[in-house]
């Protein structure tokens, strides 16, 4: 029966992080100011989530006690409740503070706002002052609001991404981390970087491609873009995208070449072993 009807492998997330950022950045979200406290807090914990990378056990014990919620010039710096232990936290490592740093800082054109998670945290954190009864950062949006649930902050990010993903897909909240973080190596940021934000202890490097716990494949890959990052490949939207997740990017466009194609990027870097999540 298992050769019959193997089941299917989740390849990449088909949603797109660019898609839901626009819906971010249009009404009913904008203008915050006439946003209702749902739309609010919706867009907040995922632009929180998706600027830091973080899990959603960080993000749900964020809190607003004093000096855990701090305002500077060009950005907020956030630190979890006391009580909180990260999933990979030991007596050597301990996950470092959260600084979101304001698109003001990277970005001079106003429509850019729209997705700043510096403003988006500060809108929501007056808004929900007058209404405040806990110290945990996120909040219900209804009454009584109390403090919300890991599994709530979940439904929000897949609320936002359902609409967007292929038939037969599901939504994964934790998506948007593997999105961020493999976005953000694209960019070029130094892999040590992205592994401080994202409060990864260890990496573990994707080679050689052809290991059968790292990475299965259709065919063979081209060879890396870099000689020097030896921890990622290229590889068709039919591969098998390793653990935090994939980027799409386009092939560009040639004499005589078709329609763009899609391709992955995919990354490995994590806590535990090979092909476990994060």
Same mark, same amino acid.
């Given at each position: #029966?298992?050769?019959?009807?193997?089941?299917?492998?989740?390849?990449?997330?088909? *949603?797109?992080?660019?898609? !839901?950022?626009?819906?971010?950045?249009?009404?009913?979200?904008?203008? #915050?100011? /006439?946003?209702?406290?749902?739309?609010?807090?919706?867009?907040?914990?995922?632009? !929180?989530?998706?600027?830091?990378?973080?899990?959603?056990?960080?993000?749900?014990?964020?809190?607003?006690?004093?000096?855990?919620?701090?305002?500077?010039? =060009?950005?907020?710096?956030?630190?979890? =409740?006391?009580?909180?232990?990260?999933?990979?936290?030991? +007596?050597?490592?301990?996950? /470092?503070?959260?600084?979101?740093? +304001?698109?003001?800082?990277?970005?001079?054109?106003? @429509? =850019?706002?729209?997705?700043?998670?510096?403003?988006?945290?500060? *809108?929501?954190? @007056?808004?929900?002052?007058?209404?405040?009864?806990?110290?945990?950062?996120?909040?219900?949006?209804?009454?009584?609001?109390?403090?919300?649930?890991?599994?709530?902050?979940?439904? *929000?990010?897949?609320?936002?991404?359902?609409?967007?993903?292929?038939?037969?897909?599901?939504?994964?909240?934790?998506?948007?981390?593997?999105?961020?973080?493999?976005?953000?190596?694209?960019?070029?940021?130094?892999?040590? %970087?992205?592994?401080?934000?994202?409060? *990864?202890?260890?990496?573990?490097?994707?080679?050689?491609?052809?290991?059968?716990?790292?990475?299965?494949?259709?065919?063979?890959?081209?060879?890396?873009?870099?000689?020097?990052?030896? %921890?990622?490949?290229? +590889?068709?939207?039919?591969?098998?995208?390793?653990?935090?997740?994939?980027?799409?990017?386009? $092939?560009? =466009?040639?004499?005589?070449?078709? $329609?763009? /194609? %899609?391709?992955?990027?995919?990354?490995?870097?994590? %806590?535990?072993?090979?092909?476990?999540?994060?």
């Amino acid at each position: #029966m298992f050769n019959q009807r193997p089941p299917a492998r989740r390849l990449a997330p088909s *949603w797109s992080l660019s898609v !839901v950022l626009a819906v971010l950045a249009e009404a009913p979200f904008e203008p #915050m100011h /006439q946003s209702t406290l749902e739309h609010l807090t919706h867009k907040t914990v995922f632009l !929180v989530a998706a600027a830091s990378a973080r899990r959603r056990s960080c993000l749900h014990a964020l809190t607003t006690k004093p000096g855990f919620l701090r305002h500077d010039r =060009d950005g907020i710096r956030l630190l979890p =409740d006391p009580s909180f232990l990260a999933k990979n936290q030991t +007596a050597s490592f301990t996950p /470092q503070e959260i600084f979101l740093p +304001a698109i003001t800082t990277m970005s001079s054109v106003e @429509e =850019d706002k729209r997705w700043c998670p510096v403003r988006a945290l500060r *809108w929501y954190v @007056e808004r929900t002052r007058l209404v405040r009864r806990h110290d945990q950062l996120f909040l219900v949006p209804r009454r009584p609001y109390g403090p919300a649930s890991k599994d709530s902050i979940s439904r *929000w990010m897949r609320d936002l991404i359902k609409p967007h993903i292929a038939e037969g897909e599901s939504a994964r909240a934790h998506d948007v981390r593997g999105q961020a973080t493999s976005r953000a190596w694209f960019a070029g940021v130094p892999l040590e %970087d992205i592994m401080k934000a994202a409060s *990864w202890k260890t990496r573990l490097p994707l080679w050689p491609p052809t290991s059968p716990t790292l990475c299965q494949r259709k065919q063979p890959l081209p060879p890396p873009h870099s000689d020097n990052r030896r %921890d990622r490949h290229w +590889a068709t939207s039919d591969e098998w995208a390793c653990c935090i997740g994939s980027v799409p990017l386009k $092939q560009p =466009d040639g004499p005589g070449s078709s $329609q763009p /194609q %899609d391709y992955h990027f995919s990354l490995q870097v994590g %806590d535990g072993k090979p092909g476990e999540p994060n």
